[in-house]
Every structure is written in C-alpha cells, then in structure tokens.
C-alpha cells in the first residue's frame, strides 16, 4: 500500500490556510479595513499561512505528489518571510528603498506562480484560476510597490480576495466530497477521473500525481 493510500489528502487543509491568510491580506491591501491591522498578518502568516503549507508539503513528498510539494513548500515559505520581513527586518531597509525591495521579492514569487499555473492545467479548472490569478495579483503588488501606486496595490488587493474566495471554494470541495461521498461543489477536473475503489467516492486529485 502506497503512502497516497495510507495518508488523507492534506491538499485541501494546505490551501484553507493558504486562502484565509490571502484573504486577510487582501483586504488590507485593498483598503477595506486600515493598514494598521497589519499585526494580525504576522502570526497568521507564521502559523496558519506558513507552517500548516510546509507541513503539507513533506506529506506530499511522502504521497508522490511534486507539484503539491512544490506549491505548499513555495507558498508556506513566502508566507513565513512576509511574517518575518514584517516583524524583524523591514525597519532595516532604507526608507526610500522598501517599494523596489519588496517588489524584488514579489516578482519571484510571480515567476514561480507561472510555471505552477502551467502544471495546474492538468489538475482543474478552478485550481487552474486560482493560480492564473495568482500570477496577476503579484505582478499587480509588485508593480504596486515599484511604482508606489496605490491604485496598483489595491487592485492587488481585489484579485487577491477573488483567488482566496476560489481557494476556499476548492477547499471546501475536497472537504465535502470527502464526507459526503459525492461530488457537492463541482471543481472541473482537466484530466480523466479514475475509476473509484468500492466505498470511495469519485473525486479528482488536487494536485497531479508523478508517475
């Protein structure tokens, strides 16, 4: 029996915490709450948005699953930077220097969401948009903090609130599915469904799986 057999698919708990603090975020960056509850980002981003994804990450090592270790190992860390650059090292960047710093960071970040959203058009239709959006949204924050354009930078913040509804949704898909024994929220898988094993139900995996 395989690890992928043995273990649950801890895919949809990496992408719950990845999409609560995204939304959080993007509400902020939005500016539909103060900049000042920036605070809370930081132990969330730690705990929630970080350590839960790289977590996930090394089960999906053990599940054979390259792209779910690459995505949660990719996006746990950024969230765990983002705590630290907030808590400990932003003060230590020259005022004039903090947009064009932190839009380097975010540009890597857009380059690797690229090439994840290409891998995601063998998984579904709704993963597929949420990291096509993902793409958008760090180019958008990037620019935004390059340029210190405020309407750049809350654009972000909308494109970040859509994509984190659509990872909840996706979530809560797998969730249900899983309990339910049935399919209740449609997620459009791209590639063909296996047939299903006596007693489970039928639902496509969220990431591919290496041959």
Do not use: C
């Amino acid at each position: 029996m395989s690890a992928k057999d043995t273990f649950a698919d801890p895919g949809h708990w990496a992408v719950t915490a990845f999409s609560a603090t995204s939304l959080m975020l993007g509400i902020i960056n939005a500016h539909l709450i103060s900049g000042t509850a920036i605070g809370i980002i930081i132990p969330t981003a730690f705990i929630f948005g970080g350590l839960v994804q790289v977590i996930v990450a090394i089960i999906e090592v053990a599940r054979g699953s390259t792209f779910g270790m690459v995505a949660f190992g990719t996006y746990g860390p950024f969230w765990i930077i983002v705590g630290l650059y907030l808590q400990f090292y932003a003060k230590t960047v020259a005022p004039a220097s903090v947009g064009s710093a932190f839009a380097l960071f975010l540009w890597m970040f857009a380059i690797i969401s690229l090439y994840l959203f290409i891998a995601s058009l063998k998984t579904d239709v709704v993963l597929a948009i949420i990291l096509f959006l993902l793409v958008i949204t760090f180019i958008l924050l990037a620019l935004g903090q390059g340029m210190n354009s405020t309407s750049l930078t809350e654009t972000g913040g909308w494109t970040t609130i859509i994509f984190a509804i659509l990872g909840f949704y996706h979530a809560a898909s797998g969730t249900i599915t899983s309990t339910w024994g049935r399919v209740l929220l449609p997620i459009g898988p791209l590639t063909p469904k296996a047939p299903a094993q006596t007693g489970q139900a039928s639902h496509p995996p969220m990431t591919p799986v290496d041959r």
